[in-house]
């Protein structure tokens, strides 16, 4: 690593990046593409940035579960089904992600966030007809974007929620709420490949929690007490956003 501050520098600047990306991920996803590039900015090593940033990313998903929890919005009846398929998607993902090209990924999912905010603001009240065929598609979805969390990141969140909103017809609060616990499932998951693999400073990782779980809090009551009119924008916003940050990397 060639780190261009010295600790306490990149502990301070890393906490209030954290702190920003896990309110704003704690609503719509996409935290980890303000985390991470100013991770790598900073010299730390790629493969220690991504194991780094998903043991402090636990910490916000963990935040954010527990509070859309407590407020009776996480409804999914199957949701330890759904854990095992993104934790066993995300393993799988993780332990690939140093061996495979990612390049036909990158060029896909701008494509597929730009679709999902077209949806989000044309679809307001979730009145899409489903067909079984696609019903059926429901839980292999699931493994498939907790593989994608493990293999490549930007976006998981995003994608969960469409998952809920256009296949299991939830509303966007009850879709944002289970994308909590399974994006926890994911982090965690890939967590532990990356550690057994030596890739994460547990001490850095445990000051940018701190952020995570402060910027989580206010996310997630943000987006309760706001509800729909308030996530649905930032959701939209956040993807075009992920769209043009992955298509100029």
Known sequence: MNLIYDDVTVYIILFFVALVASAIDAIAGGGGLLVVPTMLLIGLNPLVTLGTNKLQSCFGT????YNYFKNGLLKEE??????????????????????LSNDLLTKLIPILLIAAAIFLILNKNNQLD??????????????IIGFYDGFFGPGTGTFFVLTFLIIKKRNLMEATAATKVLNLTSNFASFLIFQYKGYVIIELALIMAVAQIIGAYIGSKLAIINGEKFVRPVIVFISIILSIRILTS
Do not use: E, H, R
């Open 78 to 99: 199957n949701i330890k089904y759904l854990i095992t398929l993104s934790f066993i998607g995300s393993l799988v993902g993780t332990l690939l992600v140093s061996q």
């Open 130 to 143: 489903v067909s079984k065929s696609l019903i059926l598609a429901f839980a292999p979805l699931i493994l």
């Open 62 to 65: 963990a935040t954010s579960s």
